[in-house]
DNA sequence: TCAATATTTCAGTAATTACTGAAATAAATT
DNA sequence: AATTTATTTCAGTAATTACTGAAATATTGA
């Protein structure tokens, strides 16, 4: 597949920032393209176009599918493997963010929920009990939220970001004081 | 400084979560470090305590700084640099929040706007094009709202998450049907 | 069941990133 | 100004991660 300019940009991009994502260059590079394409690619095609192994796009393929950030697409007349991306920016991003969700918080979630069981710190270090103790409440309230919120709707989803930090003047404050912006 | 096994637990594990948050063991251990010791410490008393080279502490406390996860705190009568990270884990949430926002979103921000900019796309594929431009909405309302929404009092922001979802009673859907779930 | 085609695995290599130790620089104290 | 103490820089090395190419495995169709 020859790629036009500006779709050689973006998947080149793409791949780029795959590194401060958390994902390999080819991972990244991958997923653009299929992106971009909109269409179910085959590995050879994908080969072809970023100039990479066979054997990387295979492993690339695999990791997305953990992510599952891709499916396979069976073509009828074609008994190779076709993989395809969602074409939709929300489904990807809902995707994304349960997959970081599992990878970034929950293992740390689940360690400082030992840390505080142990008791041990307890008695020689009160304050640092109290931080990590801040620290869980903090990452399980963020790892709730995102749970319900990726469960909206696109549209409401959108509605709900737009609206921004005005949500604020829906929470009961507990204080008659309006917070300061 | 002897670590005590709670502490030890929280700072290797900080360490090895790391680099799936995109910052190296020895940065990651030294913000572990300084937190749950929650008092400004030098940078020899870091090298013994995390037993790595002085050189990559010495390194390490400078990603820090470029993250502004860290700040010097002179102390009387002692001329070595001590260095200190918030114990309020709110502000190294919005901190990182701000932070991964300028690395994650906003170069990427930049590559979809010229992408759209140059139109070079439109004739050739117009569904790759909307879909770049659907992509470009999407972050670039992410973006805002995480800007406006680091700048809420932890109070504030923290009722807005525990509401999660319920907040999607309050924006106009449009339409007279409820959201499932 | 045998060829042709498709896919995966994995050992070896390349590239990148992290870390060390020594030397250079800087700052304070005598 | 010389010495001691603190800090940074950076070349070299270690460790990790990404990628290739070849061989092995699987799948389909003749």
């Known amino acids: 597949m020859e790629l036009n300019p500006v779709a050689k ?11 401060t994502w958390g994902v390999n260059r080819t991972v990244a590079q991958i ?6 394409a909109g269409r179910p690619m085959n590995a050879e095609e994908i080969t072809e176009t970023l100039d990479v192994a066979r054997s990387n ?6 990791e997305l599918a953990n992510w599952n950030l891709i499916r396979t697409a ?5 008994r190779r493997d076709h993989f395809e991306t969602s074409a939709d920016v929300w489904e990807l991003f809902r995707t994304v963010v349960r997959e970081r969700k599992a990878r970034e918080f929950d293992p740390t979630i689940e360690v400082l929920r030992e840390c505080l069981r142990s008791g041990e710190i307890a008695k020689e ?12 409440a903090l990452m399980e309230a963020l790892s709730s939220w995102a749970s319900e919120m990726i469960r909206l709707e696109p549209e409401t989803m959108m509605k709900v970001i737009k609206m921004g930090a005005k949500v604020q003047n829906f929470v009961r404050t507990g204080s008659t004081a309006t917070n300061k912006t």
């Open 9 to 19: 940009k973006f998947v080149l991009h793409w791949g780029e920032m795959g590194s």
């Open 31 to 36: 997923h653009a393209l299929l992106f971009i």
């Open 57 to 62: 796009v295979s492993m690339s393929l695999k």
């Open 74 to 78: 069976p073509l009828i007349g074609d």
């Open 125 to 136: 270090d009160a304050a640092a009990q109290l931080r990590i103790k801040e620290t869980l």
